[in-house]
């Protein structure tokens, strides 16, 4: 008695599936930002005969394209963008009495020019491009007057050679180097590197023992809160 209230076939069943509409299947939106509705109405005007009524329709939807950006509506510029952004979503098609020279697809297709990438050769690429400025700018000036910054660029020199070649260079190739890139303006003898040399290394190791002897972020706290407990036990 149960199946018999099942008993017409299942052939009378009709399955009626709901249609999918996913945005890929819809056509491209020409500015996205403002929305399907947007376009919607954009494309309704193209549909409107009256070229008056086609005029009030736009600068309605002008209106509403304004209430997206409230705080930019009364400005002159967004005003003048607005139409543009209009036109674009037309694809250039709708004919109505703008108050702004109507753009065309050539202008908005405009290529930007080439940008002049600043080219320059680096006999010593190691070194840097600016290292070579500044041994540059040394050698129009006196060496007694920039010899802090000589023996700064001495020791850069040294240091950067010997992370490219994993090897620290001699005197002569220091040398050597200076004349290249100095243009031959600095040409220094072995003796006056080596006093120089080891005076800027000499403070180059100080500064690196402060920086050893620095305590740490995690030590300062620790040190702080160390402080402050001692402080909480002496008060209680």
């Not at 297709?109 to 080439?114: A, D, L």
């Not at 070579?132 to 700018?137: D, G, N, R, Y």
């Not at 992370?163 to 003796?191: H, K, R, V």
């Not at 006093?195 to 050893?212: F, G, L």
């Amino acid at each position: 008695m149960f199946f018999g209230y099942f008993s017409f076939p299942f052939s009378a069943f009709r399955f009626q599936f709901m249609n999918k509409n996913y945005n890929y299947l819809r056509r491209r939106l020409m500015i996205p930002e403002y929305g399907r509705h947007i376009q919607e109405m954009v494309d309704s005007l193209l549909e409107i005969e009256d070229r008056d009524e086609r005029t009030r329709q736009a600068k309605a939807v002008i209106a509403v394209m304004g209430n997206l950006n409230p705080l930019l509506r009364d400005t002159a510029d967004f005003t003048h963008k607005l139409w543009d952004h209009l036109f674009i979503m037309s694809d250039f098609r709708l004919d109505v009495d703008s108050p702004y020279p109507l753009p065309t697809r050539e202008d908005l297709m405009v290529k930007p020019e080439r940008l002049a990438y600043p080219q320059g050769f680096i006999s010593h690429k190691h070194y840097g491009k600016n290292i070579a400025k500044i041994i540059k700018s040394i050698g129009a000036e006196r060496i007694s007057t920039a010899g802090d910054t000589l023996r700064n660029a001495i020791l850069y020199m040294r240091n950067k050679s010997a992370e490219y070649n994993q090897d620290y260079p001699n005197n002569e190739e220091i040398l050597n180097d200076l004349m290249i890139l100095s243009e031959g303006a600095i040409i220094l003898d072995e003796e006056w590197l080596k006093k120089n040399d080891t005076e800027c290394k000499v403070a180059h190791s100080n500064q690196k023992n402060k920086r050893q002897q620095r305590p740490s972020k995690q030590q300062s706290k620790q040190q702080k809160g160390g402080r402050k407990g001692g402080q909480r036990h002496n008060m209680q």
